[in-house]
Every structure is written in C-alpha cells, then in structure tokens.
C-alpha cells in the first residue's frame, strides 16, 4: 500500500470561491491510504511548496495528488517538488478543480462534490503509477528558417551567429521580403533596402546558413529536437553558382507580365532578377510566363548566355526534393496585403488612379517604376491633390477586416510627409478614424507630417470615390466639424490591411501548428509565450503571426531565435516517458496500430511478426492503444486498469 | 405558366398603378404569372425597422404567416415593401424571442419557412437576363437610361443580398438585355431623400436633384427606379424649383418594368406610360441610332 497525500489549493479564492477547500481536505483526510490532507492558500507559492516537501518527508509519502489548477499550468512545479523531497517524479498527480470545476461552476455545493469526484479519482490513478524516468533523445542541433522576409533573415543570423546551421527556406527567388519593397521607414525615414540589403548579403556570406531560394516546406515529420522535413525546390533554371547578371538573357526574352516586385506597375521579362538587390543575386526563369519549357518552344536566353560562354541556363532541369534534418523550425511567414478590389465603394481596379498603399510605395521608390517620381497612373501627371484612406477594409467585422493593422497610420503618414516633399506645392489629405501612433518616436513623427508636411487629417471615412472627367472625387465625412467633404483629388491611396500570406494555413497544417480566426499562426499563450506555437519546436516571428511593424518584427525574431537555440544549446532532450508500451506475448502481429499512429512511432518487426513502439517518436497520444484489439498496447501511467479504477472512483 | 406568389402593398394600388400593371404584363410576357397573395395588409412602411419593432413587426409578420400558407416563395415589387419583408423574414430567423413575443400577439403564426424574393431576383435569377434578351420583340436600341437603386434595394447589404451594395449591376444588366444604353453615374446608390420630403422637403430636394443632375450630367436621358417613393421625390425635386435643373427639360422617371414591358412588345397604354415618358423615349432611341449610324 502506497502512503498518500493530498494537498488542495485555494488558489486566493478562484478555487476557494467555488468549492469548500475545508470541506473537500477533511473528506479526502479519511480515504484509506491518504495519510495527509492539507490545503494551502497558494500551493505554487514558496510557503506551499515547502509544506508539500515537508510532509513527504516527514510522512514518509509515496506519492502525492495536489488539487489545484490545470497540469498545463503547474505539473511540472509539482513533480519537481515531488523528485526534490526523494520521489520519483511521476509519483505526483494534479486533480484539476479549478478550470475543470470551479470555473465552470456556481453552485458551491454541487461544486464542492465534484471537486472531491476528480480528488477520488486522482488518488485512485497516482496508487497504480508506475516509477518513470524521462527518456533522453538527442537533439539535431541545426534549425529550419521558414520565409526570407527581414524577420526570417534576422532569426536565421542570429542563430547561425552562435554558431549552428540553418536552413533559411524562401518561396520567390530572392530573400528580402515586403521590406525590400519598401522606400523609407518610419519615423527615421531610413532608405529602406540600404538597412536590409546588408543584412541580406550577411546571410547569403555567412556558411552558417544555407538560403533555399524558391523552395517551400512540403512535409514535416518528426518532433521537436528532432524533426525530419521535405523541403520542395522548383527547378532553379538559372545557376546561381555561375551567373554574373549580365542581364544578356533578359535583352532576348520576348515572354512579359506583369511584375510583382512593383506591385505590378511595371512589367518584367520571363527571365528576371527580382530586384537590383536581391540575394542570391541570380536571375530567375519563371516557367509560367516562359513562353514554354516542355517542350522547349524559345530557349533565346540560354543562346544568349550560352554564346558567351557562361552556360549558367540549363533549361532542363528538375524540381528537386531536400531532405532536412533539424531540431528547431521558426516560421517567418510574413503578409500579404488586403484584397483592395473588394472594397467597391473606392472603385479600386476601375479608376487607375485608386491605388494600394504598396503601390504608392513603390512609386515613392527610387528603384520603382517612376524612379521616386510621383506619377498618375493614368495620365503620368505630378499629382497636386492626394487622397490618403486609412483604416481602408479594416475594423469592419461585417463586411471586411475586423481588426487593426497597426502599420497603417504610421506609413500613411510618411507617404503624406514624402509627398509633400516631392510636390511641394501639393496637398495631402488623410481620412482617420483614430491615429494609433503607440512606439518610441511615432507620435512626435505624425505630428511632423501634420505640421511640417501640412497634411490635412480629416476625422472621418469615406464613403464612395468615382471618377469625374480626370479627377476622382472623394465624398467623406469630417466629424470633428460635422461636415461632408468632397474632394477633386489627382490621386487616391488606399491603406489596407495586412492578412497573412498565401498558403500560411497550409504550412500551419505541416507543422501540426494553429492559426487564428483570421488565419495568423497562433501563439501558445498570448502574454507570456508569444514566440511559440502551442506544438513543441516550432517558433514564430513576424507579421505571420499578427500585423507588426519592422522594429516589432525585429524584435520578434531574435526571440524567436533565441528561444530556438535554447533548444539546440544542449545535445540532448528530456522527453515525457508516459508513451505507448506493447505487451509482445498479446500482439498478434496484425499491424492495424502502424498507420494509426500520427506520429509514425510503431512500425512491425519483421522477423518477430509483432509491432514495435518507438519511444522517442511517441507524443502519448492513445490511439493505437485504442486501435489495438487483442489489448497487447497501453498507455504507461494511463492503462485501462487505472482508467477503470478511475471510473469506479468517480460513480462511489 | 410558372406562377409565383405575389405582394403588391399600397403604393402600387394607388400611386404607383403603373409600375404593378407594368409588372404583371411584362411577367405575362415572360410567361410567369404573379398571383396576389390573399389577405394582404400594409408592410408597416418604414416602422418595422426600428430598433423597438415587436409592435411594428405585427403586420409583416401577418403578412408573412398567411403568404407561408399559400407558398414558400413571396414576390414583392416596391423595393419599401422588399425591404420590410424581406427583413422581417430574417428577424424571424434570428431572433427568437421577439419572434415568439410577434406570435403570441398576433393570432396567426410565423416560423418561417418563406423566402421574399425581390422581382428583379426573380428576373435575374430564375428566368435569366439571356431569355429575356431572347424574348424581347422591340429591344429599346441604345437609350441612355440612368439605373436608380436607392437605398431600400440594396441595404442594409448583410440582410439584402441582393447586389454588391457599392457598385450594384442588376439593373444594369436588365436594361442590357432590353437593348438599352444604362448610363454609370455616381449618385446612383445615393439617397433620395425618402420621407424627408414630407418634413424637411429642402433637404429631400438637395438630394433628389443631386441624383437627377448628376445622371443627367453623365448622358442619362431618363431614369429607371425600383420604388414608387423614389420616383415621388425624384420628380417632385424637378418639379419645385425648375431653375436648378438648368434650364432643361425635366428628366422623366419610369419603372424599370415599364421598360422591359415595352421591349417585350406590351402595348404603352397597358404600361400606363405617358405621352411625355414615350416622346422621350423614343426620341432618345432615334437619336441614339442616327449616332450610331453616323462613321
């Protein structure tokens, strides 16, 4: 017979407000084999953790039950305390009776029996607990970097610096992301790609990291500390070892669309570099605009390379399939911007004058198509009169967006501000609902752009833009002075919202990861772990995981980064050791556990005829015990028995 | 002969007897019947959008219960009337409590069950703007009408569903099928003022003559509405200070169905169109196709 004890925690009066603590302590004091009940205002304080250790040792306790809160919370608190007063640490058990109890419940009477069920029951599993020691596995000491945006280069630097290999997985042909596209940052104005190309080159110098251009994340297996993923590379047609960009291929080719890299305000050749910029610096072949591969219909611009003498094309080659092996994944997925044509009211895609914000950006560019000119894109007239739409198909819960993209007030403002230095004789106006400028230097920024840049802010939306012969005419509201504004604007600048990148959900899915309602990765706890998903081993930096700002998404990054190295700092892991056990003597060898298994930890020993566990692959899950018919499989800690037992306790 | 159950409300058996004349000879035309439902009684207007509409709701729900009993489909015209209707259908739906405080009051009882269809719904999406192109006899060859919806048609837009609230196209695209020229305009979603007109009717006016001007403006030589009050005001606006609308000839306001009744070959008389709406248009479609004739 073991030697219990009970310990039951008010936790102040969360617990105490709900369930008589006095009432269900003394009804635990008289189940046979409890030896102590206590209760404890905290039990998780020092005070409570002393009166825990004390009592086992003075008791000469076997094992423990502590009535407190969810074993998310505290476990591990507990069986620490347990291992530290000479037990083993899976002598410990949490009876959850606060959010499976007195949070969901009023009735104190009612709740006080319920509370004493989960007591019961809890005694009755910690009696049949085996002692367990945690498996060690080791640890592959090298982390995937998945997106090459600014937040993806800087967790990868950052890790790579201390020294452990990484592999930094981007989907387009060159790292650098939304950032890249970018003119100046707020509020310093700093040129946006002169901050981001040398931490572009950094990553593509240092032999720490290993940029997968073009690729994205196809499988991920394994577990944290040791995952295994398949990393998909589209054909690279052009040699990145070789090419020097002499350009000589893009003179020749005759295939153009549009170019994304400027928001599609200028065109680009099939055969492309991404931008001036971009790391590798290699040119890309893209297949879908190429005029036709299989079977080749063109071929000019390997003609043209191959004349003088570079060979650098090779028009054959194949998708390419890398297999990983990494102890932390960081997903760095990043943003795209709002759908703008959605919002009919302001005629975005049928006025050519209503543009995104990024389009402006990229207008405002010295590398963009206007080369920093601002330009109509009707007409290619200077504009003097510009209409700037914040909040544009965001707070809207019915009809778009409901939240805030936390950026938008702070670039409308610099595109205000930068207007009004490039057309000095112009006028911005700004329509706002509120001006969210919280962070070090923003307010002070916005209120330069106000003043200096005598932009005018209109407190008010805006409810329909249409064209009137050149001019857009913009029919708003100015609350502050209760008047309908309308405006003869040159051009109309819609700040829409960030939502998280094609094909983020998907990844999430790889990963065994969540998303949000909105679809951004989901943090395993809002306040106090905001740089991990809830899944072991996968971190998360970046506007994929909420809207941010650069200084934010920096920051982010190396969190993530060092909360990733925390992981590969040391050669092993400790895992929890409750996984699936197989009795061989029971396993009739008819392999229905195998593809049960999420996880791929059972597999069938072929010369014995009967399934094997591996252990370091188990999550504890259950499911193959379930699927198991001759009951050859258990949990260990959580066998049928003790559930039974479990059962039993709860109907007496 | 489809058939399908029909609310006329009392505009259209006062005020507005053409546009329900209109109606049900084009619908014959287009070999639909709409058969009036029995019983019928006033939407309620206006009050059963307020925020307190248990007592409001009484009457639709009426409506409602006895339509339910002869169909599951009910067809409205005046977009007043759609909106009301059509609202309080989803009201029922959604909100339960009041629903069953509307039922205990009335004696008669709405579950629901019964979906209010708006005709141009019915053009739209059961007979298909390409059979109504096909079955039109004297297509109305370029005439540059300028589609009103207002806003009883199209909003609130989460419980309308009829159309893209900002940019709307269902009428555009009838009066395509129907040969017509519509004219894009701004004011086109714009208010008309409503029942302002009876206590403020300035400001009903500053809005009605916006829409009218700024259509006439973009080459709109008369306007197509769906809603009796709508052509009230718009034609009252013109009507009231004749200086404002430049000197020119006042733009004539016709039903939507008053057109496509004489694309399919319905006589003007049976459309109650006047002598002044016809002069209009037909002297707009001959100028329309001497213009196109011209190289």
Not at chain 1, 308 to 336: F, K, Q, R, W
Not at chain 1, 383 to 390: A, D, L, N
Request: net charge neutral; with cysteine.
């Amino acid at each position: 017979m073991k030697r219990l004890g009970v310990f039951v925690c008010h936790c102040g009066l969360n617990i105490a407000g709900t369930v008589n603590v006095k009432e269900v302590t003394d009804a635990a004091g008289k189940i046979p084999d409890v030896v102590v009940a206590a209760d404890h205002r905290y039990l998780c304080s020092e005070p409570g953790q002393a009166l825990i250790k004390d009592s086992i040792k003075q008791q000469r306790l076997d094992a423990i039950v502590v009535a407190a809160c969810s074993p998310a919370m505290h476990e591990a608190t507990f069986r620490n305390i347990a291992r530290a007063a000479g037990l083993n640490r899976y002598q410990s058990e949490i009876a959850n009776i606060r959010e499976q109890c007195s949070w969901v419940h009023e009735n104190i009477e009612k709740a006080t029996e319920k509370a004493h069920v989960i007591i019961r029951q809890s005694i009755e599993k910690v009696k049949l607990n085996e002692l367990l020691d945690p498996i060690t596995v080791p640890v592959t000491r090298k982390a995937l970097v998945i997106g090459g945006g600014i937040a993806g280069i800087r967790a990868a630097l950052d890790i790579a610096n201390s020294g452990h290999q990484v592999y930094l997985v981007e989907k387009t042909g060159s790292i650098g992301g939304r950032m890249a596209q970018l003119s100046e940052t707020f509020p310093t104005l700093d040129c946006s790609i002169c901050i981001l190309g040398p931490l572009m080159v950094e990553a593509y110098r240092n032999p720490n990291i290993k940029i997968l251009r073009l690729s994205e994340v196809e499988e991920v297996k394994g577990f944290v500390g040791n995952f295994k993923v398949k990393v998909r590379q589209a054909p690279v047609y052009v040699d990145e070892t070789k090419c020097n960009s002499c350009a000589e291929c893009v003179k020749v080719c005759p295939a153009e669309v549009p170019n994304e890299f400027d928001s599609g305000l200028t065109w680009r050749k099939a055969i492309y570099i991404p931008f001036a910029q971009a790391v590798p610096p290699a040119y890309v072949l893209d297949a879908k605009s190429c005029l036709g591969l299989l079977p080749q219909a063109c071929g000019e611009c390997k003609k043209a390379c191959d004349k003088l003498g570079m060979s650098c094309i090779n028009l054959d080659a194949h998708p390419e399939t890398h297999e990983l092996e990494v102890g932390a994944i960081i997903s760095a997925t990043g943003y795209e911007m709002y759908d703008a044509a959605r919002l009919t009211e302001y005629g975005y895609g049928i006025y050519p004058d209503v543009m995104t914000s990024l389009e402006f950006e990229r207008m405002l560019s010295a590398s963009g198509p206007t080369s920093g000119v601002i330009r109509r894109p009707s007409d290619g007239r200077i504009p003097k009169e510009v209409v700037f739409i914040q909040c544009a198909g965001q707070r809207e819960p019915e009809t778009a967006l409901a939240y805030c993209s936390k950026i938008c007030c702070m670039y409308t403002a610099r595109h205000a501000m930068l207007f009004h230095h490039k057309v000095p004789d112009g006028q911005a106006y700004v329509f706002y609902m509120d001006i969210r400028a919280g962070g070090k230097g923003y307010e002070e920024f916005v209120k330069r752009a106000q003043e200096e840049g005598r932009v005018l802010y209109l407190r008010g939306r805006v409810a329909k833009v249409h064209q009137e012969n050149d001019k857009l005419v913009v029919k708003g509201v100015d609350t502050l002075s209760e008047k309908t504004v309308q405006i003869q604007a040159d051009i109309v600048v819609l700040a829409v919202g960030m939502v998280p990148s094609q094909g983020s959900r998907e990844l999430a899915n790889r990963l065994k990861a969540s998303v949000d309602e909105n679809g951004f990765f989901a943090e395993a706890h809002p306040k106090l772990r905001p740089l991990e998903s809830a899944t072991a081993g996968i971190f998360l930096a970046g506007a994929g995981q909420a809207p941010k700002d650069i200084p934010e998404t920096v920051a982010q990054a190396s969190g993530a980064a060092s909360k990733a190295l925390n992981l590969l700092s040391s050669p092993t892991l400790e895992r929890e050791p409750t996984v699936a056990r197989i009795v061989n003597e029971f396993c009739s060898g008819c392999g229905i556990c195998v593809p049960a298994c999420p996880f791929e930890a059972l597999s069938m020993n072929r010369e014995r005829k009967i399934a094997e566990v591996a252990e370091a692959l188990c999550e504890g899950c259950g499911t193959c015990v379930a699927s198991c018919p001759s009951g050859a499989l258990s949990l260990r800690n959580l066998t049928d028995t003790q559930i039974m037992a479990m059962v039993r306790a709860g109907r007496s | 002969m489809q058939s399908y159950l029909y609310f006329p409300g009392c505009s259209l058996r006062t005020v507005a007897r053409d546009f329900e004349d209109s109606a049900l000879a084009s619908a014959h035309a287009l070999g639909l019947e709409l058969k009036e439902m029995q019983g019928w009684l006033c939407c309620g207007a206006v009050y059963p959008n307020v925020a307190d509409n248990v007592m409001t709701n009484a009457g639709p729900n009426r409506i409602l219960s006895r339509a339910r009993g002869e169909s599951d489909t009910l067809v409205t015209l005046c977009a007043g009337c759609h909106n009301v209707l059509k609202r309080a259908s989803l009201q029922a739906k959604r909100n339960t409590i009041k629903q069953e405080q509307i039922n205990e009051f009335n004696e008669e009882r709405y579950q629901g069950g019964l979906s209010v269809l708006h005709f141009l719904e019915i053009l739209r999406d059961r007979v298909g703007f390409g059979a109504i192109r096909e079955a039109v006899k004297a297509p109305l060859r370029g005439l540059p009408v300028g589609a009103y919806y207002g806003c009883l048609l199209l909003r609130p837009f989460d419980e309308m569903k009829l159309d893209d609230p900002h940019r709307p196209s269902v009428l555009e695209d009838l009066l395509l099928s129907i040969g017509c020229m519509p004219v894009d305009y701004p004011s086109r979603t714009d208010c008309c003022g409503s029942f302002l007109g009876v206590g403020a009717p300035d400001a009903m006016a500053l809005l009605s003559r916006n829409v009218v001007e700024t259509a006439r403006s973009h080459g709109a030589r008369l306007l197509a509405v769906s809603c009796p009050l709508c052509k009230y005001n718009l034609e009252a606006s013109q009507k009231q200070d004749p200086a404002t609308s430049s000197g020119s000839q006042p733009l004539p306001v016709v039903y939507f169905t008053q057109l496509l009744g004489l694309a399919l070959g319905v006589s003007p008389e049976d459309l109650r169109l006047s002598d002044a709406q016809l002069r209009t248009i037909r002297g707009s479609i001959k100028n329309a196709v001497e213009s196109m004739s011209q190289p």
